[in-house]
């Protein structure tokens, strides 16, 4: 892992942390679209990543069914998770003091952009 992708990596762990310390949401929706269009991944391996990341306990069985088929890089699923850790600590601190309003608004935003990507991309 070269240092440009392990940098690549450590900022979609926090933005997927830090989004999800601020919006209550899971990892995978900022974590799958940033592993295909940012690190070029495939679907399988995106979502394997994100399972891997979010482990405990939510996707352990689901994980090991993406792992046995080679759709798992540990590497990269347990730098995104550190990292993650860090990115939903911190912006939680700062969500507990944010308007209800504001944080609907900006989820809402997020999923419209991120929906708009996804359908209108290959």
Known sequence: MD???LAL???IGLIAGALGGIL???GGIIMIPALIYVLGMSQHQAVGISLAVMLPPIGLFAAYNFYKTGNINLKYALVIAAA??????FSSKMAV???TKTISKFFSVF???V?????FTK
């Open 84 to 89: 993650f850790m860090i990115g939903s600590y």
């Open 97 to 99: 003091n944010l308007p």
């Open 3 to 5: 240092g440009a992708t």
């Open 115 to 119: 929906a708009i990507k996804m359908f």
């Open 111 to 113: 999923l419209i952009i």
């Open 9 to 11: 990596l450590v900022a």
């Open 24 to 26: 209550g949401i899971g």
